[in-house]
């Protein structure tokens, strides 16, 4: 029986293997939640995006580029990031393209606030049509013809070889290779400003978690595993590989580097507004 003394938290993130294996600890009780009673949200990444515009959650993993708008509201947590370091969300089509072919074309994208969805205006330089797509069925979408090009997320960049797709662009390897080697910032966790003394400590909470799975990766994966929609294990390892690592216990100087230049990049074009990134400490 819940603790009725306790205060309640919603906490949201995607029903993905990699954000999945960062609340393991939580989910778990393996972690001291500090007296809180948290209640996790589980909703793909654009709308837990939406959510947090109107601040509905206490905390929630968003978009780096959502964080953009949320500034006023909350603070980015330093650590849960996900960050593509040499890799990242891919445009692909169902027969080969190089990027000056995506001219004219239409692009499946999975939300307008998503890093994705940024990088990829970063990277084409130019408006170019796009249709809003629920991200597990971008990869359908290529393959029906009902957009000439997909933008991928989440296990989708593992997973469209083998459906006989063809990469057009890489945006991680991409932004690495021009931008001094840093990494391409894509999702954080946030939490409400409004939360005033709570907030220290319920970082502390959500950092605690994503070091009990680093430190307890088989019985974290073991949990992760469902959450994969049909990844194998070696699959999801590398998945989870990807996603949660070092950078995720800690951006550090090199994460906050990247957040600040993706974000200036993206103020520069007009495409968010001016902001100073804030972040806390936990407990």
């Not at 709308?47 to 780096?64: D, F, K, M, P, Y």
């Not at 290529?142 to 997973?159: K, N």
């Not at 890489?170 to 999702?187: A, K, N, Y």
């Amino acid at each position: 029986m819940s603790d009725p003394a306790a205060r309640r938290v919603r906490v949201g993130h995607s029903p993905d293997p990699d954000d999945a294996f960062m609340f393991y600890g939580i989910a778990a009780g393996k972690v001291d939640t500090a007296g809180f009673e948290i209640e996790q949200v589980l909703a793909d990444i654009e709308t837990l995006n939406r959510q947090a515009l109107e601040g509905e959650l206490e905390v929630t993993a968003v978009s780096i580029h959502a964080y953009a708008h949320l500034a006023d509201r909350y603070a980015l947590m330093p650590c849960g990031a996900s960050m593509g370091d040499g890799y990242g969300p891919c445009v692909v089509a169902c027969s080969p393209l190089k990027p000056a072919d995506l001219a004219g074309k239409t692009i499946a994208v999975p939300g307008t606030l998503t890093s994705a969805f940024l990088a990829l205006r970063l990277f084409l330089g130019a408006e170019f049509k796009y249709e809003v797509v629920p991200f597990d069925q971008i990869l359908d979408a290529v393959q029906s013809g009902r957009v000439d090009a997909g933008l991928i997320i989440h296990e989708g960049q593992l997973t469209y070889g083998g459906l006989g797709m063809h990469l057009v662009v890489d945006l991680g390897i991409w932004w690495s290779e021009t931008r001094d080697g840093l990494p391409l910032p894509l999702g954080g966790n946030v939490v409400r400003k409004d939360l005033g003394p709570l907030v220290p400590t319920l970082t502390r909470v959500i950092k605690d978690s994503i070091v009990y799975g680093l430190d307890n990766r088989k019985e974290a994966l073991d949990y992760a595993m469902d959450f994969g929609r049909g990844l194998d294990r070696p699959l999801a390892d590398r998945f989870v590989g990807m996603y949660v690592n070092d950078l995720t216990r800690d951006y550090g100087d090199r994460g906050r580097l990247a957040i600040e230049r993706f974000l200036g990049e993206g103020t520069a074009a007009g495409l968010v507004p001016e902001l100073q990134v804030e972040f806390v400490q936990p407990a």
